[in-house]
């Protein structure tokens, strides 16, 4: 299986502008998850999903960010606007629901910078 | 809000040496502890786990052990080579599907 994938793998962008990050989860597994990695607040959970459904979403930092899964082999993390604060490095994760300990496997990662 | 503390921050031992990462987590519901091993430009790699039912798991030259009653949990990694170093997170299930993670443990295996 070739894993978690995410595209793009960097985005330089300028305050204001629309960014959106793309994941590719392994097939066949049911649960997607947004994770954000900075210095200061160490990996944070933004939302996740199970069959395509959003399931908690508290960890959304504001209405700025939005997150879709229209189907079950992919889902997008949308800024707008973006801000110089959301840099960052923002991961997706997937887990399969027949799995007993819900292992989660992680892409390689977007590092975004928001200039 | 619930949270896991992990120490150290940053850890140097000599090649060959044992390395201990500690964690201590706050939901006494938590039955699921993941360990993930990040490089540098990559995502966290899962590198093993262990469940509330169990006191101590072994892989090779990785183990975890899990004091419920204290809610302490370590990574220990003997023999350390120096492809061992990376940052390293622990994690404590909040319900089945979702984690809360530590703040890292920078490992440095010096030759």
């Known amino acids: 299986d070739a894993g978690v994938i995410q595209s793009p793998r960097h985005e330089v962008t300028e305050m204001g502008q629309e960014v959106t990050l793309r994941c590719k989860p392994i097939s066949g597994h049911d649960y997607l998850f947004w994770y954000r990695q900075t210095m200061m607040r160490g990996l944070e959970l933004l939302i996740y999903?199970?069959?395509?459904?959003?399931?908690?979403d508290s960890g959304m930092p504001e209405d700025r960010f939005s997150a879709k899964m229209p189907n079950a082999s992919f889902s997008t993390l949308k800024i707008q606007p973006s801000e110089p604060r959301d840099s960052a490095v923002y991961f997706c994760?997937?887990?399969?629901?027949?799995?007993?300990?819900?292992?989660?496997?992680f892409g390689p990662g977007t590092r975004l910078t928001v200039t | 809000g619930e949270n896991v503390e992990q120490h150290p921050s940053t850890l140097s031992v000599q090649e060959g040496d044992s390395a201990v990462i500690k964690c201590t987590y706050s939901d006494s519901a938590s039955n699921y502890f993941p360990w993930y091993k990040q490089e540098l430009g990559k995502g966290p790699q899962l590198i093993i786990d262990i469940r509330s039912n169990v006191g101590e798991k072994k892989d090779q030259r990785i183990a975890v052990t899990l004091n419920k009653t204290a809610k302490h949990f370590s990574l220990h990694i003997t023999e350390t080579q120096p492809e061992d170093s990376a940052v390293y997170f622990c994690a404590a299930s909040l319900g089945t599907y979702k984690y809360i993670f530590g703040t890292g443990t920078r490992l440095k295996v010096l030759a």
């Open positions: 994760a997937s887990s399969f629901s027949g799995q007993l300990l819900g292992e989660q496997y």
């Open positions: 999903f199970n069959n395509n459904v959003p399931i908690d």
